[in-house]
């Protein structure tokens, strides 16, 4: 297929190599160059504005930073998609924006499928993540053709509705962010009673927070918070579509993301969102 894809940020550039290796035609596109470079070294063809990158698309997957990218770069980006295009959204939203994005391709003749990942870039790199697919039934299925390329296949998730998958991303994100914080104030009571840090993460190896201490314990012990899996400005920003959503207080996910925006404010929006462990 003739692809196109939108945003190259960290996950996106982890995704790309994978169209391109299973034989698809990729044309990429980023706002800054110096990322586009780097996957039109990988072998794509890199469009110097979205539209050039749409225009001979049979589907086009964007992957943005939020629902506000969303809507300045397509939705307001008059993009020439060609009729009846397949867009497959991977970017974070929250069901109501998923909606919107849904009832807008609907009004332009495009199929919009939202198809978020859960996972960070290592099991982006391996083609194991989880992936959730949204969308009316025929557009689902070719998009899952397309989004399988970096799925775990016993990860992958087909669900009814654009809104139903942008709701299992932000719960998989607020899983994340919660456990990650369970882990934080385990280290500090570890502390605070005489264990030392290894000696904690090694009683959490048999709680309900092993695989969170196993996957950012060692980062969080050694400090070193520059190998971003997945940033404090990303995860705060997310937090904040939990928010939005809930009918109901959130009381964690507001601790976490008052702690992320004090992270931010610190300078450290691009760091690892495990650098809240500093606070």
Partial sequence: ???????????????????????????????????????????????????????????????????????????????????????????????????????????????????????????????????????????AREARKIVALWADPDKLRMLGSPAKAATGKLIANLALAVSAEALIESLRLGEAGGLDQREVLDTLGITTIAPIAGMKGETIVSGDFDDTQFSAALLAKDLGLMLATAEKPLPAVALVAEALRRAIDAGDGERDFTVIARD
Avoid: C
């Fill in 1 to 139: 297929m003739n692809i196109a894809f939108l945003g190259l940020g960290r996950m996106g550039r982890e995704l790309v190599p994978h169209l391109i290796d299973a034989g698809h035609r990729v044309t990429a596109w980023n706002r800054s160059p110096e990322p586009a470079q780097v996957i039109g070294r990988r072998g794509a063809h890199v469009a110097a504005t979205a539209g050039e990158a749409v225009g001979t698309a049979e589907a086009v997957v964007s992957a943005l930073f939020g629902p506000d990218t969303v809507r300045e770069v397509i939705l307001d980006g008059d993009l020439p998609f060609a009729p009846h295009a397949l867009w497959v959204d991977v970017t974070t939203v929250s069901p109501a924006d998923a909606t919107e994005f849904a009832s807008w391709a609907d009004g332009v003749g495009v199929r919009y499928v939202h198809s978020p990942v859960i996972g960070s870039l290592a099991p982006a790199r391996a083609g194991k993540l989880g992936v959730l697919v949204g969308g009316e039934l025929d557009a």
